[in-house]
């Protein structure tokens, strides 16, 4: 399928279902969901909005896990042209309160599920109510026992299963493709909470690098599984929209449990998986992520966070054992990109490295005065082209700089480019810990303890001017005095004597955030104890 760079995405995905009416791209719970049908679904949704008055450049907010009702909720709004607010699924009440305000909301989608929650938000706002059951066969959906929601008295609540349906085709809105459509939350560069503002020109335009990631026999016609949930710049374009476009079926998860995904990919349901580290870890731990069915894999890509080499190594010995031709490739990218900006594939791969830049992408580093630095010195990434967010909402600072003439943004992080093009990560600026004067770079220090094959994760940090390790452990008979010794040994070996750490700390597993990332903050604040 051709992206049409000129058109809007849902112009685009209109297209696709003109074009292949029957074809199922989603996979939801045993039900397979035709174009027709996700259309059908669409319209009568986009005309509900409408009903209520909700037009071009007004927000809509969903907070929902993977579910196809989610995923119909957001083309309606694409639509009509309609701005999407994406917020994780667990949000507290009184985030999504303030995010609704914020955004001056007039719709919230969420789960019924939640109503009990979000009691006295759905008092203020008008609230659609979806259900993980609603696309469920008639059998599964009487067996699947609904929440007990009360909905007397609540004029603002609607439910899902109360739309009716409308056939008559409602007018597609033509709008800026170059203007923003897709409001996702993130850290931003400082680490303060921002609202990224995303065009379809953006999202489309790495949606139309699928085969400078995948190979044809890859994805067409196979089953791309994504247990990130939509609010997930990774998980709502990779996972969710680029099946969408390329003859390929999403295999919609609302949450990840390994063993259920380990069947889907026997059952040959699962051919290109996308996660954080965690995942893949959690996969390798259990003993029926083994044999004739992990030839079913086609590609796994992870990225997100910090990734031991030794996940990397592992896995891909693991899938060699048992004759699969798929390998788990590493990369990097930002919300403020639409998402991945760098990856390793079949096609270009190098060892330790998070990849060449797509070719809509262009790589920079440079130095604390925005000098652009040669290649192999480290300096702070900066990433620019088509996939660039249009800015943060509401903020009237620009947040971007420009570097032969091109609009780039400042990651936050540090690298540097190798002669063949290369990305290397060597850390977040925020987390480079100044001790005695001298730069430690925590992220190498913890790559290479994560090469002692006993150790599953591993945290290198400052606190009070000491250097704590924290390490949980695979094999937890290892002694301590042991687990002391190979971790300076190698510290010894390979960096400074200062950057032995002063602490080294076992812990039976770690806190992780909503996305799966190392918990840093949750670790210093088990210090505090």
Known sequence: MNIDLSLT???N?????KLHPSFKPIFYQGESISYYTVFQKVNSLAHFYQSLGIKEGDFITIVSPNIPEALYCFLAGEMLGIKIHLLHPLSGKNNVLEELKDKNSKLLITLDIFSKKYDEIIKQFDTLLISPADSFNFFVKKAFKLANIKLMGKEKAYLYSKIPTFPKLININRYDNKKGSVYLSSGGTTGKSKTIELSDYAILSLINQTYNIMSKDQIDGNYMLSPLPMFHGFGLVMGTLTPLFFNARINMIPQFHTIPVIKEIKKNRAHVLIGVPLIYEALLSK???SGDLLKNLKACFVGGDFISPSLLERFNDHLKKYGSS???FEGYGLTETVTVSNVNTIFNHKDHSIGKPLPV????????NDNILSEGQIGEICLGGHTLMNGYYKETQS?????NNEKCVKTGDLGYIDSEGYLYFVSRIKNVIIYKGYNIYPLGIEKMISTIKYINEVSYLEYQEKLITFVSLRDKTVPFNKIKEDIESLISLNF???????KIIVIDSFPHTNVGKIDVKALKASLEK
Do not use: G, Q, R
Request: glycine share 0%; with cysteine.
């Open 287 to 289: 003993k029926e992520f």
């Open 13 to 17: 995905f209109y297209n696709i279902n």
């Open 326 to 328: 798929c390998s788990l």
């Open 496 to 502: 400074a004597e200062y950057m032995i750490p002063h």
């Open 361 to 368: 992408v262009k790589n920079y580093i440079i130095d604390e």
């Open 399 to 403: 947040p971007f700089i420009y570097l």
């Open 9 to 11: 995405l849902f112009e």
